[in-house]
């Protein structure tokens, strides 16, 4: 590509063919204004701030649009273009209200800072006021439009990168405004309260409605979201101690700048009144503060005492996918040299086991093969088994920007209706639970016709034969009878995604949390394989998470399996590394699983448990059973931000720090590591998670000599690594890596190696067969499915967003979604309360009737503490991970009488 060189403001300089003068000149470090520029939207030149001066032939340029051409002399500042530029903005502080001492925008404001710096003052023009007025109800955002100056960064921010359509412009000439459709309440669009625009916008038009302090912070800290897998990068704006707003992180960011909205609005549960401030214990059934030294006093003894009486394994470890990298480090290390067990695991065991488990059985790698920025690249996307749009937002957003932008065709599998139906190509609706049956079907289909890639299949597969021949019987008609989806679809569908040069996989607990989630998984891989989809730039499988740092707390060797890196506990030469570094015997048998500590804590065998970061009396299946079990041990001790149910029933309350107290890193769904950054003070006497688990083991006279993240990532380097994984050693540098990551923006990276082009670990990946069962049917008497699931403004279990004044607000109370033809047999109407009962338990619930389900299908979020979904369900497992089936159950509803 042939340089083009340019004379700007009187030096020479050159860019590359397509670039702007805009794009020149800020590589080149010289500034010019402009208010409806960014660098992640398509320019238009809406604003004409950013004019610059041609010399050659005296043209006014917008440098936004206007690309480089070879020859051109540009001047930046000259007479005729700051004149320009001060008429420019003079137009636009005649119709701007005079309000800058009151406005909430405060130093933020982009109009007001080019205003000053051009060295204009009082507005000798005309004033032509917009009289704007617009009833807002939700609680995220208010707009005020008698300042907007019609950039329509918020109308572009909206359709290019979220994609989502809820707003443009509204009428023509000097009554045009950015708005919805017909100018209805935003609540009442398609708006998500993204806080896109919001972060977006140059002027004070879009702005918080809820404020706790107007005006410009002190400090602003870039971190890490705490909410689900994806790893946005958030700006935290603190003032006094108190983060005050979250926003976007930087133009770097991985995610183009965007966040959904829990990013942007659910982060004030680190305000709550509800969090824990003091250490706590029972007495006589009554919770009591304590000081810190006398409550880790009693943990230690305690739990020294039942290790001495009973054994080592008589204690379990429950760590947390939302807790950091170190400090799931450090709780492994805990549980192995202080208890002495491979006792431990992770919340993540409820939805991310099978993806570990199927993934790692066919491609000896345990996660998202390929980086989210080859998700844009790739000539079809399969989506199956997830909602992204609720779950893992910056994925939808990836997706929908595919397929507007891009042209990639959406292969989508999902029961339900989703925000991504209308962006589908084809979209095929099985019965629940019949996936796998489906995926045999589109891989028997590819086979029969030639449709697989030969050369990537013999040399870089192996069991290919065994594998075709348990396709036999998944012929498009068997598979029609098994799912519901016509066998034209199943062909079309097969077709489609083996003729795409790049044909990515998404899937998500839709998958994953089915009794028969690992050989979900499983057939998954099957189909990559089978058209070379792995290792290929816009191919791959994309496996989502669902907690920020689910990915992490694996890597670290929270699972009862395996030690940091997924070395098998079971590895002397693997043990022998970790017990020269920490001086101890380590245990080679390997422990006891999330819910098999519960079935040994019911037989009595686990005594003592040490819970971080979870909530397993609602995230749990059947929790009236868990709460039992719980309140049974010897002793218990619970480490959270809030006084949760299960911490309500624990011996000793350990108050933790929120993310935006600590030091740490994350570990996203496609492995990034990223930097979470301290931005105030913990709350109270609440300590970060990693200083309370090394409090803890000196108090049981087994100190761990770490006195910061840093040290513990240090470690972490030095022990994770395998020929399969760079497990955070930045691709191979050495220890002090780390030290570069700790001093490196948050959203900086050292990621898991990627299936990329190179060998698989163990040589071949391997084709591994699958047989699909049919679900069991459902008890009589019980005669619809219900589903269970995420929704966009609430999350988890909600022990966080419950707890969010602004997410709760929006979304208050539980529902349960039922189709229209089903609420009029029932005769239930829209807001009336039912009982959705199952063999298992009950919940109640507010109707919602929508188009969205079919008849004798039900949706159910899990988010609500007061209407536990799990009740519903019972303990059933899966025979390889141990995870429970959380994800669809047989269910009664009835109507409750109004008295």
Known sequence: MQAITI?????????????????????????IPTLCHDPQLASVGACRVCLVEDERNGALLASCVAPIASGMVINTHSPRVMERRKTVIELMLASHPDSCLVCDKGNRCQLRQIAADLGIGLVKLQRLPQMVSIEEVNPFLERDLS?????????RACQELVVEGAIDYFQRGFTTIPATLNNKPLESSECTFCGTCVGLCPTGALTEKEKTYRGTTQTVTQTICPFCGCG?????????????????????????????????????FIHSPDRLLKPLVKSNGNSEELPWQEALELAGTQFRRIKDEYGADSLAVLGSSKCTNEENYLLQRFARSVFGTNNIDNGSRLYNSASRVGLGSSLSFSGTTNYLTDLEQAELILVIGADPNASAPAISYAIKRAVKQHGVKLLLIEPRQTKLSSFAHLWLRPRVGTDMALINGLAKVIVDEGLLDEEFVTRRTDNFEAFAESLKKYTPEYVEKATGVPGQEIREAARLYAKANQAAIVYGTGVTQHITGTDGVKALANLALLTGNIGRRGGGIYALQRENNAQGACDMGALPKFLPGYQSVADAQARGKFEERWRVSLPAEAGLTAMEMMEQAK??????????????????????????????LDFLVVQDMFLTE??????????????????????????????????????????????????????????????????????VIGCCQLPAYTFYEGGGHPESEA?????????????????????????????????????????????????????????????????????????????????ESDARELAIADGEMVKVSSPAGEVTAKVKITNALREGMLFMPISFPEAPVNELFDIVLDSETKAPSLKACSVKVDKIPIH
Request: proline share 6%; net charge positive; with cysteine.
């Open 739 to 819: 030290k570069s990551l700790y001093e490196a923006e948050s959203g900086s990276h050292r990621g898991v190696g990627r299936i990329h082009g190179g060998q698989f670990s163990e040589g071949f990946a391997r084709f591994c067969p699958v047989e699909y069962a049919p679900p069991a049917k459902g008890k009589k008497g019980y005669p619809f499915t219900l589903l269970a699931g995420t929704i966009l403004s609430h999350f988890g279990a909600g022990s966080r967003s419950s707890r969010s004044t602004r997410l709760r607000k929006f979304s208050s109370e539980a529902f349960v979604e039922i189709c």
């Open 646 to 715: 299960t911490a309500r029933l624990a011996n000793v309350v350990l108050p933790a720090a929120s993310f935006a107290e600590k030091e740490g890193t994350f570990t996203n769904f496609e492995g990034r590591v990223q930097r979470v950054q301290k931005a105030i003070a913990p709350l109270g006497e609440s300590l970060p998670d990693w200083e309370i688990i090394l409090r803890l083991a000196d108090k049981m006279g087994s100190p761990m000599p770490y006195s910061s993240p840093q040290e513990v990532m240090d470690e």
């Open 7 to 31: 004379t700007l403001d009187g030096r020479e300089v050159s860019g590359y063919p397509g670039m702007t003068i805009l794009e020149l000149a800020k590589e080149s470090g010289i500034n």
């Open 147 to 155: 300042k907007c100056i019609l950039c329509a960064k918020c109308i």
């Open 603 to 632: 037989k009595g065998k686990i005594k003592g448990m040490y819970i971080v970061g979870e909530n397993p009396v609602l995230s749990f299946p059947n929790p009236r059973f868990i709460k039992e079990i719980l309140a049974s």
């Open 232 to 268: 946005c990068s958030i700006c935290l704006e603190v003032k006094d101690g108190r983060v005050l707003r979250a926003t976007p992180g930087k133009e770097s960011s991985v995610y183009k700048g965007t966040l959904c909205v829990r990013g942007s609005y659910g982060c004030d």
